[in-house]
């Protein structure tokens, strides 16, 4: 299973996701799960996927252009004029794959489903943030629905809808979605450190602020451990139930 | 969907169940999910059902021995010695019911699964709680694992995880579940109130705090906002990330 949280805010987009993989609970590897393209001035295109690793590997490949040689490389994404056509094109590639790995695969039972949160600016238009199906059509974040989340993304889901305001600042929008995924690690196994994070401040056009989180990261460590606390004593602050 | 809790203090237990069925959007009911057998003074039994409404509507009906004329009925339930037999009576009782049901269906495509919570106390026994499943086998709660959701249980996990403690008193589990609930019903359209209560009190052998929680209960909508305050409140208190 995986994580993924991206976020749209007044001051920019702020993605995070985990980097566990597993299949089954013996077979459990660190993988990143977001991806970025930049040309600074012109644009940052952050990626993040949940779902087949298989299809969401061949999906960034193929974004990459890795089938060909690396001085041949011109990717497209970095190369189409708009947020949308970039959608456009993460979504196709995303059915394109899918497609082709379930039409030759064998004896699969498993199925090649993957989903990908997509978003960032291109110099000239605002900055936007999708949602991509399986299916290859995709959904954008507005201000009736400022975030996504793929993967497990129940536990996660109440202090988001609590806690986050279009206003807030990165540091207090990272420690919001930090709050959500410690909610999550806490209650399932596959959901896993380290977290990467990356704020994209609007305009910027260039990648400032990007941090993984490693498993003895202190100042998470503290949050969590702060967050038990605050729960409890505000729970304990409300009046209790009387019969 | 549905969500139920059942939770064992020190005290004694608590049961907690929304009553929203639904199939599809647009059949929507309320029914009730929370059934108790009690002979003051030898036992009480309360019972929590999720998942096909077929299927536990019949294993209640069976339960009390509706096929019998009221005066005929001496419902097994209120008569085998210990809360091990109730849990295996409740549970063979549902795997018939779901083979049953499975087995005449010519064409339905839904599942008759079913999933329940029991639990009660047996005059010279402890309070015991029991999660049984559509197999008719079942699990206890012990101290490590002192509490079962059963239906749309992700939501509110993070909370229940945070807040129990076996020490607590009625109040306190009846507004940590609550704020449980408060979490599910916010997120998710196919869990609804009213919601029922029972509160057995260790060793009392009877029913004394039962109570529906309706759509427009004070506590409840007071208890929802000042929570949503808290969490805010306690956001804004613990240290801000720092790039």
Chains 1, 2 share one sequence.
Request: contains cysteine.
């Amino acid at each position: 299973m995986t994580y993924c949280v991206g976020m749209r805010l007044d001051k920019g987009l702020v993605f995070m996701s985990d980097t566990r993989t597993n299949s089954g609970v013996d077979n459990v590897f660190t993988f990143r799960k977001m991806f970025t393209w930049s040309k600074p001035g012109d644009r940052v295109i952050t990626l993040m996927t949940a779902g087949n690793l298989g299809t969401t590997q061949a999906v960034v490949s193929l974004l990459d252009e890795r089938m060909k040689v690396p001085e041949e490389r011109k990717p497209s994404i970095l190369e189409v004029p708009t947020m949308f056509q970039v959608a456009k094109l993460v979504g196709d590639t995303l059915k394109e794959t899918v497609a082709t790995q379930s039409g030759t695969a064998p004896t699969a039972n498993s199925t090649f489903s993957a989903t990908i949160i997509v978003g960032g600016q291109i110099a000239g238009s605002e900055p936007r943030l999708f949602l991509i199906y399986p299916e290859g059509n995709f959904i954008e974040a507005t201000d009736e629905n400022p975030y996504f989340q793929i993967g497990e993304a129940k536990y996660g889901r109440p202090i988001l809808l609590r806690g986050y305001d279009r206003t807030m600042d990165f540091e207090a929008a990272v420690k919001l979605i930090l709050l959500s995924f410690d909610s999550t690690l806490k209650a399932n196994l596959s959901v896993g450190m380290p977290l990467d994070l990356l704020a994209y401040e609007a305009d910027s056009l260039s990648v400032e602020h990007e941090k993984r989180f490693e498993k003895d990261d202190a100042y998470f460590a503290g949050l969590s451990e702060a967050w038990g606390d605050a729960l409890r004593s505000g729970m304990h602050s409300l009046p209790d139930f009387e019969f």
